[in-house]
């Protein structure tokens, strides 16, 4: 993909306000998930999950914790992203035995590794390790979205939603997660005009200052 290919996606990408009755396949979201997986992630942790819903019902029990986005039921699928609230001390070992199946390193260099995240990690409270792993997540929102355009899937990102209310419904805390946003997938609704309407972005001059000491 060329820069002019990545700007045409770009632009062709936007906020959908109605998706159609349309279904994208599922190997297609399968696909997305996979892509997305690739996305980067401090230490390689990937400190969350996302949970993929079909089920209309499903959908329409989380609507009266949408403030009223009915995008969250009407979709091919819905996909939430949750911080894995797991201890980080036990995320870590289970990525180091996934590294040491993949790399050819001493266990000193092991050894070193492991220590190394569970100092700058493992001290973390719920709140501190949430706040980390949301971030994560909006990395890994950031490679979803590229990647749902180039396969021409819509996809809305939203925040505006009820998160504790969502885990509660979910069950999500038995599950040791805790919902971070949800990404509505589907296709374009033909009667949406903002699919057509210009982007309104800050110029480069705005988006962008050098700085030196």
Known sequence: MNTSQLESLLNWRYAVRKFSPLSVEQSKVDKLIELTGLSASSYGLQSYKILQIT???????????????????????????AADMSPLERQIDRYMADFKSNRDLSDNVYSQMAAGMKEVLGGMGPEAQYRWCSEQVHLALGTLLVAAASMEIDACPITGIEKKAIDVKLGLAEKQLSTVLVVPLGIRCASDKSAIAPKVRKTQEQLTEEMML
Do not use: C, E, I, R
């Open 55 to 81: 089920d209309q019902k499903t959908k329409q029990a989380l609507f009266p914790y949408s403030y009223g986005q009915q995008k969250v039921v009407d979709n091919s699928h819905l996909l939430l992203f």
